[in-house]
């Protein structure tokens, strides 16, 4: 008996388990798991976009993406994003984004120098809109400043690359300016109020003392009336 009782709690405990997952992982999936491309270009002079890699994300709401990268950089890919870092040309990256007629895309760069300093390792932010529109990116090499140091090329073979994701926030925001200047004002108002109303007691009060005077007088005389009339 007590066996078959602490066995069907356990299944229970089992199927709520299972439920639970079930939700999070549908969770999961309607949040805005989806893949963007992303191209870069570091080639001196007009820029040349080619195939970086993908940014996978699998939670909009979560903040959680990645980067996987399409190949690793080739000796002349290497060569060539030194060469720009040495006259400090600008790194670029950009993600097409599908919008009305023919391929549009939101793009950023940097300092060739941060890139190539860091050992390509880097910071990729995407920013979307409410709806899961790609709105933007940016893009940053770790490295606190190009101090111009020679990166061997065994350190610039595989990218580092870390993916922020952030989402618009949502529903109509309450204007926090407004609100902190009118607390501010009344704020002020309760303090000036406090020391400079100087006025005497009856000046401050008299539209309250005045009504109860006035029902005192009717009163008293509807009194003496009333006691007039029983005698
Ligand atoms: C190259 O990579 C190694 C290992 O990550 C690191 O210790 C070294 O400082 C790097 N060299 C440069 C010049 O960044
Ligand atoms: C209240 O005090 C202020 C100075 O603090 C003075 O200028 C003002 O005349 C006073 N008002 C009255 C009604 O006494």
Redesign the pocket.
Do not use: F, H, L
């Given at each position: 008996m007590a066996t078959s009782i602490m066995i069907s709690s356990i299944s229970w405990l089992i199927c709520l388990n299972c439920v639970f997952t079930a939700g999070v992982l549908l969770d999961d999936e309607f949040e805005g798991s989806r893949t963007l491309g992303l191209e870069h270009s570091f080639s001196s002079g007009k820029p040349e976009f080619t195939k970086r890699g993908t940014v996978v994300i699998q939670s909009l709401k979560g903040n959680k993406a990645q980067f996987t990268p399409a190949s690793s950089m080739s000796e002349a890919d290497i060569d060539s994003l030194k060469e720009l870092a040495k006259k400090d040309g600008l790194y670029r990256v950009r993600i097409p984004i599908k919008d009305g007629d023919g391929p549009t895309f939101v793009s950023s760069a940097t300092r060739a120098c941060a890139i190539v300093?860091s050992?390509l390792q880097d910071e990729i932010t995407v920013n979307f809109d409410q709806s899961g529109e790609v709105l933007g990116v940016s893009i940053r090499g770790l490295v606190p400043a190009c101090s111009g140091?020679?990166?061997?090329h065994?350190?610039l073979t595989a990218w580092k690359t870390s993916v922020e994701v952030y989402t618009t926030v949502s529903g109509p925001s309450p204007d926090t300016q407004t609100y902190i200047d009118k607390m501010k004002r009344d704020e002020q108002e309760k303090i000036k109020n406090q020391d400079g109303d100087n006025r005497s007691f009856l000046a401050k009060y008299w539209m309250y003392i005045v009504p109860v005077v006035i029902m005192m007088v009717i009163m008293s005389s509807a009194d003496q009336q009333g006691q007039g009339g029983g005698r």
């Open positions: 300093e050992g140091v020679d990166v061997p065994s350190n």
